[in-house]
């Protein structure tokens, strides 16, 4: 339930207080006066409408600016975890983040190629937290991004010949996978949309992913870092 005492700066810029009591009049099941049933049709739903489409289209994520002390961390982190990225920026001294939550960070934040391409090597080159990593999974609804990404580092494991105790959460995840369609990487617009509609590899569509990430390539660049 609504509670005015909590309505914040933010939404007070989009539903002023009648709007907000009125809304609150609605769900409790209230009768609405004439004056509130017009502001229900002329205003509210329009808003509420408007908000709905510009958070489907992630509109926020496209006009913030690239978060660059976030990136120092992500860079910094994967240098810790045995990617060494050339970088331009100044690199201080950072908080290492678990790798687990470098991963979630990485996929729902910063999902750049060569930051989603390093997180099969530091699956491959580190300890990991299997629960903690199924745990990230499910927090961020990223259990098909991880599902793909551990599968790729056990493919490549299988190429290189390299130990890993990977299989366990793999099986986990496949079987709680979802079956809505997402990106691994950065979103575009709809008509990049469509083209990767017809051009995903086979793979990452079992996985119900959008993107253009190849096994070769990921081989590859792991053989640069082991």
Known sequence: MINLNKVDMAIGKILGKVEVNTIIKRIKGKPLKQTERNYLSRSIRPKLLAARILTQEKLLEKINRPDKSLEKKIIYNLNKYGYTLITIMKLKKQKIIKIEDLIGIIITKQPKPRYIEAIPVILLKNKIDL????????????????????????????????????????????????????????????????????????????????????????????????
């Not at 083209?195 to 959008?210: A, E, Q």
């Open 131 to 226: 629960f903690k990593l199924a745990e990230v999974a499910f927090k961020y609804n990223i259990k098909n991004q991880i599902g793909y990404l551990v599968e790729t580092a056990i493919i490549i494991a299988k190429k290189l010949k390299i130990k890993h105790d990977l299989n366990k959460i793999l099986e986990y995840l496949q079987n709680n996978k979802e079956k809505h369609k997402e990106f691994l990487g950065e979103e575009k617009d709809d008509l990049y949309k469509n083209f990767l509609i017809k051009t995903t590899p086979p793979r990452m569509k079992k996985w119900n992913l959008l993107g253009r990430y190849f096994d070769n390539d990921f081989i590859k660049n792991t053989e640069a870092y082991l």
